[in-house]
């Protein structure tokens, strides 16, 4: 079974549309394939953002740790709730062939532990941990609980796949469509 996308164009019909593909450049034909493949990724983007954990509080602190000087400072830094499905979009990737990347930005930097989970553990030696609230100290012994993998992203991929599959073969029927008539 093939895992790519058939568009049902006629093997005939394939020396005269890479000829022609030839005649218009790389660059557009990149253009238009990728404006193609934005609009098939747009059920996908709705889909990803509605199945995207989000936070009960409002806000939540990460705490980043960076070189001053010589020693480690520690920041609590604050994010909002909701940063994970505002993040999520598309972007062209840097290659020669059209490449369009879905999911979340750098901003969620996070969003792979959300995707995949993580593993608990115990803590080994009393850590202190700095907070927005003052320093907490975790005694040694401590378990501190995984996260359950949400897999927000392979789920809307799934339920959203024929569909995106669907939009991006009707945009390309009518660019070679649009480049046939010319």
């Known amino acids: 079974m093939s895992s790519g996308v058939n568009i049902g164009i006629n093997e005939s019909d394939l020396k005269e549309i890479e000829r022609i593909i030839k005649q218009l450049g790389n660059k557009l034909a990149k253009k238009e394939i990728s404006k193609a493949f934005r609009k098939g990724a747009k059920p996908l983007i709705k889909a990803a953002r509605s199945n995207a954990p989000m936070s009960k ?75 927005p609230y003052g320093i907490v100290t975790i005694k040694a012994g401590t378990k501190i609980p995984g996260q359950k993998p949400s897999a ?28 046939m008539t010319k």
Not at 88 to 98: E, F, M, P, Q
Not at 152 to 179: A, G, H
Request: cysteine-free; hydrophobic content about 30%; glycine content about 6%.
């Open 57 to 131: 509080k409002n806000t939540w602190y990460s705490v980043h740790k960076s070189m001053k000087k010589g020693k480690f400072e520690y920041k609590a830094k604050k994010n909002a709730s909701g940063d994970l499905k505002r993040s999520i979009g598309s972007k062209l990737g840097r290659s020669k062939n059209a490449v369009l990347y879905v999911g979340p930005n750098k901003s969620a930097w996070y969003a792979h532990f959300a995707e995949y989970g993580t593993q608990g553990y115990t803590v080994k030696k009393d850590k202190k941990i700095p907070t």
């Open 152 to 179: 927000f992203m392979r789920k809307s991929w799934d339920s959203t796949k024929n569909q995106s599959y669907t939009i991006i073969k009707s945009e390309l029927k009518k660019l070679v469509t649009k480049i």
